[in-house]
């Protein structure tokens, strides 16, 4: 049990010591990342060819994901099970077999211990004796379960299987992105000095977008008058929201004197980048999804992307960006998905800031664990919804987040 | 002739430098040719053949667009750069065209004083004589790593 309270209120406050505890963090790792839930892996395009492997984490947990010579995926801890030295160096490649350079012990694709260097001695001498279990400490190995080409894994035998963790509201919305086999496009990290749930819940604060992210209110990509909505599943832990593409003539930002107006002069040289082909054929320009504990996809325009969160301490973050596209993509869509990668990233127009608003929240309650975010937009209730002046999916999140965590 | 060479590209690197350490963004754009190409990106994704840029424009339009974005849209806490250049290689590859690649190091400097090695490695240019304007400049950082956001070019 934490040592820590929940305030009375309940569902609309959020008290600052969970993004500043050592405690909360480290039970964080036991009872979330390590316990009943599915964390992202990779993309499957990243691991095509038999016996190809990435290293990634689930938490703080170093992960090895690999593909073994049967095609089949398998993920495990990149820690040998005889001195605890990382098994797999390497960020990505093909093997063999994995042998931990420390003192050649040996695993295949799926982290099984398959030879212990010199175990029966040289010449009769040394070696274990016969009744020893290094298997005993060998690294966990996850559940591993692929939807639409993404990977995902648990270290828990009692999670339901993926699709029913991810839900009927939200499923449908990552289908609908991950409607043919994609190619990545390349990856970057973000380094951002916040605890991870502050990314996390900035990802579901639909409230903020068209607020902190004046390019979208500028060029009317994403106002919160425009036609869209917000899903969130039962147990509040993912959610998705979008807006459709039709353009935005109101005023309301103007009206109400808002920081993130546009001025009616302010226009772009090169309006092009901003040009979508509406491939899903739906009308949607921007879908932003989330997973529990971490994990994102977002479709932005024609540029698709996986953001993997990975927690680096109490007040660190890496955000592991995939920027991806179809297989099948012409050289005109590579183009457009090239162009408007700069939307998003560490220097995209419209993703930019957070990096930096999730730090001033971070730097800002420096002194005060016991006080809260006053969560209340859209009332106290958890749920799905036709407005983004809400901060539903937000509610949900630490919903979601109390039930792990049990505080 | 060469070393007259060697001295225009080791000018224009400084005048560059001193442009966005000195946050005269708007002379940035005129570093380049009318349909001239910037792009950062990592040498991770270079040496992997992955063609997604951090930053990517197509022309001063587009290098105007990010630096109006930057003075009129994007909100970040003040920072300025300070730009090390070195290394710089030169090549004629015809009359009017010159290959150059130069290595840099960007710290990255705060209002509180803190001061960061935030970016490091190579420019990859191909500049147009006699204006000496890029023509294209890869900016290849060594690190797949960003702290915190990019928003002043490299």
């Known amino acids: 049990m934490l040592s820590r309270a929940w305030p009375a209120e309940g569902a609309t406050r959020v008290p600052y010591w969970v993004y500043q505890d050592a405690e909360v963090y480290r039970e964080e790792q036991r009872r979330i990342f390590h316990g009943p839930t599915w964390s992202y892996l990779c993309l499957e395009a990243e691991l095509a060819d038999p016996g190809s492997f990435l290293t990634t984490f689930v938490g703080d947990m170093p992960v090895v994901v690999a593909r073994d010579p049967k095609g089949a995926l398998h993920a495990f801890e990149n820690r040998c099970a005889h001195r605890g030295a990382l098994i797999c160096m390497q960020a990505r490649g093909r093997a063999e077999r994995f042998n931990c350079i420390y003192h050649n012990w040996t695993y295949d694709h799926a982290g099984n211990l398959t030879n212990v260097a010199f175990r029966k001695g040289i010449a009769g001498k040394g070696g274990m004796p016969a009744d020893a279990q290094p298997e005993s400490q060998a690294p966990k190995q996850f559940r591993v379960e692929s939807i639409c080409g993404i990977v995902f894994g648990t270290l828990s035998p009692d999670v339901a299987p993926l699709e029913s963790y991810i839900g009927p509201q939200i499923l449908p919305r990552l289908k609908r992105v991950m409607v043919k086999p994609v190619k990545v496009l390349g990856t970057y990290t973000q380094v951002l000095p916040n605890n991870w749930k502050l990314y996390m819940d900035n990802v579901k604060d639909t409230y903020h977008a068209s607020l902190l992210h004046l390019f979208f209110t500028r060029f009317r990509i994403n106002r919160l008058t425009q036609k869209g909505g917000v899903f969130v599943s039962d147990d509040g832990a993912h959610h998705c929201t979008y807006t459709e593409m039709v353009e935005d003539r109101g005023d309301a930002y103007e009206a109400g004197g808002m920081r993130s107006a546009g001025s009616h002069t302010f226009k772009l040289e090169a309006p092009e980048l901003l040009e979508q082909v509406d491939e899903l054929g739906d009308n949607v320009s921007i879908q932003i999804l989330s997973l529990f504990p971490g994990f994102v996809l977002h479709q932005i325009r024609n540029s698709l992307a996986a953001r993997q969160v990975v927690p680096k301490g109490i007040d660190r973050t890496e955000l592991h960006w995939t920027l991806f596209g179809f297989a099948d993509d012409d050289a005109a869509m590579l183009r457009r998905r090239l162009l408007q990668s700069n939307l998003v990233g560490p220097a995209g127009y419209i993703s930019m800031e957070d990096g930096a608003a999730t730090g001033f929240v971070q730097r800002g309650v420096a002194a005060s664990p016991d006080r809260a975010s006053v969560i209340e937009m859209g009332g106290s209730t958890i749920g799905s919804g036709d407005s983004r002046v809400t901060e539903t999916a937000v509610r949900g999140l630490w919903k979601a987040w109390r039930t792990y965590m049990q505080v | ?154």
């Open chain 2, 1 to 154: 002739m060469e070393l007259e060479l060697q001295l225009a590209v080791e000018r224009l690197h400084a005048r560059y430098a001193q442009a966005l350490d000195s946050d005269a963004l708007e002379a940035w754009p005129d570093f380049f040719t009318a349909d001239g190409r910037y792009r950062i990106t990592t040498a991770e994704n270079e040496a992997r053949g992955l063609p997604l840029p951090v930053v990517y424009a197509e022309g001063r339009a587009m290098l105007n667009d990010r630096i109006a974005s930057l003075r009129h849209a994007n909100i970040y806490e003040p920072q300025r750069y300070r730009h090390i250049v070195s290394s710089v290689l030169v090549e004629r590859e015809s009359a009017e065209r010159i290959k150059s690649t130069a290595n840099f190091l960007v710290v990255r400097i705060m209002e509180n004083g803190e001061a960061l090695l935030f970016a490091s490695g190579r420019y990859v240019d191909r500049i147009t004589l006699p204006a000496l304007k890029f023509a294209e400049r890869v900016v290849i950082c060594d690190s797949r790593r960003f702290d915190t956001l990019l928003a002043i070019p490299l």
